[in-house]
């Protein structure tokens, strides 16, 4: 059975599909949960204008290595994201060490931060940390404000990551590229409703960092107050998907191969770096040798137990 979510376009044509005698019950599944999606992602576009595409205004682009940003606030074990035993025990502050390690030892160079509210204890390492007033029961929320506040107070190009992903090259290269903000974008056969994965994200210039993040906070005010997600999502759901619903409208639900590389997004140029390397999931199959290309592993879910492998 081919995949068949990227190809569908409309509410129409999935129902169609899940008629046809010859699609198996297991696929029958996944197009039925796709369908959901697809169903919130037209109610979505319906109300959200896509940005502005226009000219990129252009920016100063500074020469010194990115600073990186991880986000890390302790929204406890009995969080519903956390619901699982197995994930009770996963050592959050460890793979944040980890991660920090592995950042530093690929960009030497490089200023870490840890952006965290006033309470959330974090471990020692070479990483500075820096007390937001965000809110801890909307973590996604806290990563895009304390993004766009750090992006005020600093001279270097960004790099946001998720507590869970190793940086295994030196991102100075990727930075002095030719665009202002690099987001990761899936596979196109999974997740049409949000394309574009948060664990990764890049700025070349602080002043791309805080429009980018800053349009993206008023994304997310807006998704997370319409009835459409709040009839698909629990309150705790979209306290988690919304910063992922609100990159997703920022790109209008539109990645490659559907559109080009770069992209000017609301003054902006927008290079979508496939997940594949730039933002690569883990498998157990994988070795070091086998993941020496990558720009950056995710360790997501459970795959935080499989970081001493490749440390
Ligand atoms: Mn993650």
Request: hydrophobic residues 45%.
């Amino acid at each position: 059975m081919p995949k068949l979510h990227r190809i569908i376009a409309t509410v129409a044509e999935y129902e169609a599909v899940l008629k046809r005698p010859d699609v198996t019950a297991d696929y029958k599944k996944q197009l039925a949960q796709a369908l959901v999606d697809k169903r919130l992602e037209v109610a979505l576009r319906q109300v959200m204008k896509p940005l502005p595409s226009g000219h990129r205004q252009p920016v100063a682009r500074p020469e010194a290595a990115p600073t990186i940003v991880f986000f890390h606030v302790d929204v406890g074990t009995s969080h519903p994201f956390l619901r699982t035993r197995a994930e009770e025990k996963i050592d959050y502050a460890g793979a944040l060490r980890a991660s920090i390690a592995a950042a530093a030892k690929s960009n030497p160079e490089s200023k870490i931060v840890v952006l965290t509210d006033a309470t959330t204890a974090i471990p020692e390492t070479v990483a500075t940390i820096e007390r937001l007033d965000v809110d801890r029961t909307r973590p996604t929320h806290g990563r895009l404000k304390g993004a766009c506040e750090l992006a005020k107070r600093v001279e270097t190009p960004l790099v946001f990551l998720d507590t869970d992903v190793w940086l295994n090259q030196d991102a100075r290269a990727l930075v002095r590229e030719d665009f202002d903000i690099g987001l990761t974008h899936r596979a196109p056969s999974h997740f049409t409703l949000m394309p574009i994965n948060a664990g990764v994200m890049v700025a070349t210039s602080p002043k791309a960092a805080e429009g980018f993040f800053g349009r993206c906070l008023a994304l997310y005010a807006h998704i997370s107050n319409l009835p459409a997600a709040l009839q698909h999502y629990s309150q705790d759901q979209l306290n988690w998907y919304s910063d992922q619903l609100a990159l997703a409208a920022f790109v209008d639900w539109t990645v490659p191969p559907e559109c080009k590389q770069t992209r000017v997004i609301d003054g902006l140029a927008v290079r979508f770096l496939p997940n594949e390397t730039y933002n690569y999931t883990v498998a157990d199959t994988d070795t070091p040798a086998s993941v020496a290309g990558k720009w950056a592993l995710h360790f997501k879910g459970l795959r935080k137990q499989l970081m001493p492998k490749f440390a």
